[in-house]
C-alpha cells in the first residue's frame, strides 16, 4: 500500500522561503529504490514538474523557473524528500506534491523525469502573497 503525505507549505511573502517535506511508503522496492520529485498545481492548469531527485540522489532535475532557487534533497534513512523554496514569488502559489515520476533519464549530461502517472499524498498548499 503506498502511503504519501507532503507538509510544510504555508503562506509567505514575495521573497520567502519555505521548506517541504514528503515522506513516502510502498514505493517500488523501498523509498531508497525510486526516483522522486515535486510536482505543483495551479487550479486550472495542468500539473507540472518543479524538481526530481535520483534514487541515489546523485542526479537532479529543475525547471527553469526554479533554478537556482530551489533545492530539491532526500534522506533515504527516514524515506523522507525534501524541497527547499528561497526567494518564492506570487506566481508560485500552488498545490505542490511528492510523486515518483514515470520515466528519468540522462540526456547530454543532464537528468530528466516525467510526470507521475499516481499522485498518493494530499499535497501541500504554498501561498506566496506580493
Known amino acids: 500500500q503506498v502511503q504519501v503525505a507532503e507538509s510544510g507549505g504555508g503562506t509567505v511573502h514575495a521573497g520567502g522561503s519555505l521548506r517541504l517535506s514528503c515522506t513516502a511508503s510502498?514505493?517500488?522496492?523501498?523509498?531508497?529504490?525510486?526516483?522522486m520529485g515535486w510536482f505543483r498545481q495551479v487550479p486550472g492548469k495542468e500539473r507540472e514538474l518543479v524538481s526530481c531527485?535520483?534514487?541515489?540522489?546523485?542526479?537532479?532535475n529543475y525547471a527553469d523557473p526554479v533554478k537556482g532557487r530551489f533545492a530539491i534533497s532526500r534522506d533515504n534513512s527516514k524515506d523522507t524528500l525534501y524541497l527547499q523554496m528561497n526567494n518564492l514569488k506570487p506566481e508560485e502559489t500552488a498545490m505542490y506534491y511528492c510523486?515518483?515520476?514515470?520515466?528519468?533519464?540522462?540526456?547530454?549530461?543532464?537528468?530528466?523525469?516525467?510526470?507521475?502517472?499516481?499522485?498518493w499524498g494530499q499535497g501541500t498548499q504554498v501561498t506566496v502573497s506580493s
Open positions: 510523486a515518483q515520476p514515470s520515466r528519468s533519464y540522462y540526456s547530454g549530461g543532464a537528468y530528466y523525469c516525467g510526470l507521475a502517472r499516481h499522485y
Open positions: 510502498g514505493l517500488g522496492l523501498g523509498f531508497a529504490t525510486v526516483v
Open positions: 531527485i535520483s534514487a541515489d540522489g546523485d542526479s537532479t
